[in-house]
């Protein structure tokens, strides 16, 4: 399952963590509102959704948006909002770019919230970051094997090419010193035949 979390307002982050199908993330709330919308690709079971302020009881209300624009979901007024959507596991959501916004109408300076946001796959079981993780770093291993094995290659290559000019340097001596010594022997042929013909 994969989704894209696109931002807009929230600019001020302490902390954010992104995968698959899940994000944890520390932002600054500024204005009365802020929404978040993000985009689900494939079909799942449930989402959770957390968000709380930190270190503070400040009363925040949350607003869930479908892709079709209904209002999926909506909680009261809380300094902790904890809700699944939907309420029952294993109906089917729509795939889309989902809305989340936060309010809070009595906000006198930024509030820093969490926001936790896990989607479980049409089994209901959570996706595993974890595998996830484990298969980007087996991926990364393999990438790692070819690029190790096409340096090894690269350096056969190399010597290969080295001792091909050794021996192409062996044979132009050789070359030269036979061309020396059948140009001394024709030299010497041409002489004696000289002599042979002045007597």
């Known amino acids: 399952m994969r989704f894209l979390l696109v931002l807009y307002h929230f600019v001020h982050f302490a902390s954010a963590i992104f995968s698959d199908a ?3 993330m520390r932002f600054l709330l500024r204005s009365e509102k802020d929404c978040i919308f993000f985009q689900v690709h494939q079909p799942h079971s449930q989402m959770d959704i957390s968000v709380s302020t930190l270190n503070t009881e400040y009363p925040l209300s949350v607003e869930l948006f479908s892709p079709s624009g209904s209002l999926a979901h909506q909680t009261p007024a ?3 909002n904890y809700f699944k ?3 029952s596991s294993g109906e089917f959501h729509e795939i889309g770019d989902f809305q989340l916004c936060v309010t809070s109408r009595h906000i006198r300076q930024p509030v820093q919230v ?5 989607i479980y796959e049409k089994n209901a079981n959570n996706i595993d970051v974890a595998s ?3 298969r ?3 991926g990364f291993d393999e990438t790692r094997m070819t690029l190790q094995n096409f340096e090894r290659i690269t350096l056969n290559i190399d010597e290969k090419l080295k001792t ?7 044979r ?3 070359e030269k010193i036979d061309r020396s010594h059948i140009e001394t022997a024709f030299e010497m042929i041409n002489f004696w035949h000289i002599l042979k013909f002045t007597r």
């Open 172 to 174: 132009a001596f050789v």
């Open 136 to 138: 980007i770093k087996q």
């Open 85 to 87: 959507f939907p309420a």
């Open 114 to 118: 969490s926001l936790i946001v896990v």
């Open 22 to 24: 899940y994000v944890d």
């Open 78 to 80: 809380s300094g902790r």
């Open 164 to 170: 091909m000019k050794t021996e192409q340097a062996k």
């Open 132 to 134: 996830n993780l484990k």
